[in-house]
């Protein structure tokens, strides 16, 4: 929450814009509407050999917990190519043969977490400055109680799920507080 205008640094103030129907933070000045919308986080599963690689994470929230290399996508890259930029940046992992798999609704917290699956190039990875470490598990030494977050749970529980039954279903799921319980669909 904002409370002074990034256009000309004057206070803003919450209420509905003309021909709105919700408060916004706006500027008092000039009139600029600072619009908050749900954020993109992207990530992948990337398989070496019949492991996945997670990364321990360094940083808050969850330090020092387990994940899929994952992050906020920025401006003016693909969510592929999101997806990749955070596997180099938390791994130093290259992905290859990259393709949907889940996409989760988490609107407890404005965000959309969407997965791609793919291979780990040439199976060398290292941490980069957000991990403490990385490395690579087999499906029986998944690290499920030290995971950092649900959407990371759920996307390795459909991606062994899948890989058992022969066949990769990309997925989209609605989790989190107001969702009261976890939906699943097969896109
Ligand atoms: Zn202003």
Redesign the pocket.
């Known amino acids: 929450m904002i409370s002074f205008?990034p256009?000309?640094?004057?206070p803003?103030h919450q209420r509905i814009p003309a021909g709105d129907n919700r408060k916004r933070n706006v500027?008092g000045?000039?009139?600029?509407i600072h619009y908050e919308n749900p954020r993109l986080v992207l990530g992948a599963v990337l398989e070496w050999q019949g492991d996945i690689l997670l990364c321990r994470r360094a940083i808050e929230p969850r330090a020092g917990l387990w994940t899929l290399p994952a992050g906020f996508m920025e401006n003016g890259e693909s969510s592929e190519d999101a997806a990749a930029r955070e596997s180099r940046e938390e791994a130093h992992a290259h992905a290859d043969q990259m393709r949907l798999f889940t996409f989760i609704d988490v609107p407890a917290i404005d965000q959309v977490h969407v997965f791609y699956r793919g291979i780990l190039r040439d199976g060398r990875h290292s941490p980069g400055e957000e991990s403490l470490e990385t490395a690579l598990f087999s499906e029986a030494r998944i690290p499920w109680s030290q995971l950092a977050f649900q959407t990371v749970r759920l996307t390795l529980e459909h991606y062994f799920e899948d890989r058992r039954a022969g066949e990769f279903k990309p997925r989209r799921l609605l989790t989190g507080k107001r969702a009261k319980r976890l939906v699943r669909w097969t896109v």
Do not use: I, S
């Not at 000045?29 to 600029?32: E, F, M």
């Open positions: 205008c256009q000309c640094g004057h803003t500027c000045t000039c009139g600029y």
